[in-house]
C-alpha cells in the first residue's frame, strides 16, 4: 500500500497588524492565511453546530442541506447534550464534522528549484526572518502586505484556489559558517533550527546545525559575536532581557549572560 504524503509547517508567525498567520512549510513555500476569516468562520461553525444540538435534544433529525456545511463540533460545550443521541446521529449519517480554513495566499522563501524545509519563523523591527535548511532570509512584511493589497485591488472575482505571489523577495540572505572539520573539510550549510530576537542592539541569535551560536547583525549582514560552550547542534533558544537560554542535542541547557559574556551550564 502507498504510504500518503502530506505537508508538515515546522513554526508559524502572525503579523505585525495581527491580521495574517504565515506558515512555512517542508517545500520551502510560505502559506498566508486570513486570520479575520478563521476567526469568522469559526462563530459560524459554532452557531451551526448549536441549531445541530439543539434539533438533536428535540428528536429532530432532519437538517437542511446548510447543516452539514463546514461544521466542527471540537468548540461545544453543552451540558444538556444527550450524547448518545449525538453519537448515534453521527455514526448513521456519516457526517463529516471537519472545518478546513484554506489559505489564501503563498510565497517562496527561495527558488522553485529547491524543495526544502522551512524551520523558524520570527519578526522583527518590521522584518520576517525565515531559517531554513540552509540560511536565514529576511523579508520586509511591507512588501508581503503589499503584494497581497495589490492583488485584492486586481481581483475583484476572488479564485477558490491559492495564489501565488511572485514578487516577494527576500530583501538579505545570511548563511551560517559551515562545521569546520580535520584537515581542512568542512560541512555543507547547516541549516537553522532556533532564532532569537536580541532587541537591545537589534540584533538576533541563531541556533543552527552548528555547535555555536551566532550573534548576527542583519543591518550589517555579519556575525558580531558567537557563543562556543555546546559540541552539537543548537535546538532552540530563548532571550529575555541580558539572559540567553539555548538547548542543545548534547544534551545540555545553558544559560548566557549577555552583559558579562559567561554561561552557566545546567544538564
Not at 255 to 266: H, K, Q, R, T
Amino acid at each position: 500500500m502507498a504510504q500518503k504524503e502530506f505537508m508538515i509547517f515546522f513554526d508559524t508567525i502572525i503579523s505585525p497588524d495581527n491580521n495574517w498567520l504565515i506558515a512555512g512549510s517542508t517545500y520551502g513555500d510560505l502559506f498566508i492565511w486570513n486570520i479575520k476569516s478563521i476567526l469568522k468562520n469559526a462563530k459560524i461553525i459554532k452557531s451551526k453546530c448549536n441549531k445541530m444540538i439543539s434539533k438533536i435534544n428535540n428528536n429532530n433529525f432532519i437538517f437542511d442541506d446548510d447543516d452539514y456545511d463546514d461544521i466542527t463540533i471540537n468548540d461545544t460545550n453543552n451540558d444538556d447534550l444527550d450524547e448518545n443521541k449525538y453519537d448515534d446521529f453521527v455514526n448513521n449519517n456519516n457526517t463529516n464534522m471537519t472545518v478546513i480554513n484554506k489559505p489564501l495566499f503563498v510565497f517562496r522563501a527561495y527558488s522553485k528549484d529547491t524543495l526544502q524545509p522551512i524551520y523558524r519563523l520570527t519578526t522583527m523591527n518590521n522584518l520576517l526572518f525565515v531559517g531554513t535548511f540552509n540560511a536565514l532570509y529576511i523579508f520586509k512584511w511591507s512588501d508581503i502586505m503589499k503584494e497581497i493589497e495589490q492583488y485584492d485591488n486586481n481581483n475583484t472575482n476572488k479564485a477558490d484556489n491559492v495564489q501565488y505571489l511572485n514578487n516577494i523577495k527576500a530583501i538579505n540572505k545570511y548563511q551560517p559558517p559551515q562545521i569546520d572539520y580535520k584537515f581542512g573539510a568542512k560541512s555543507r550549510y547547516v541549516e537553522i533550527n532556533a532564532i532569537a530576537n536580541n532587541t537591545r542592539n537589534n540584533t538576533v541569535f541563531l541556533g543552527t546545525g552548528h555547535s555555536d551560536i551566532f550573534n548576527y547583525d542583519f543591518n550589517q549582514n555579519t556575525i558580531i559575536n558567537r557563543l562556543e560552550e555546546h559540541n552539537d547542534y543548537i535546538l532552540d533558544l530563548s532571550i529575555n532581557n541580558n539572559l540567553l537560554s539555548s538547548a542543545s542535542n548534547d544534551g545540555t541547557l545553558k544559560i548566557w549572560d549577555l552583559s558579562l559574556s559567561s554561561s552557566n551550564n545546567n544538564k
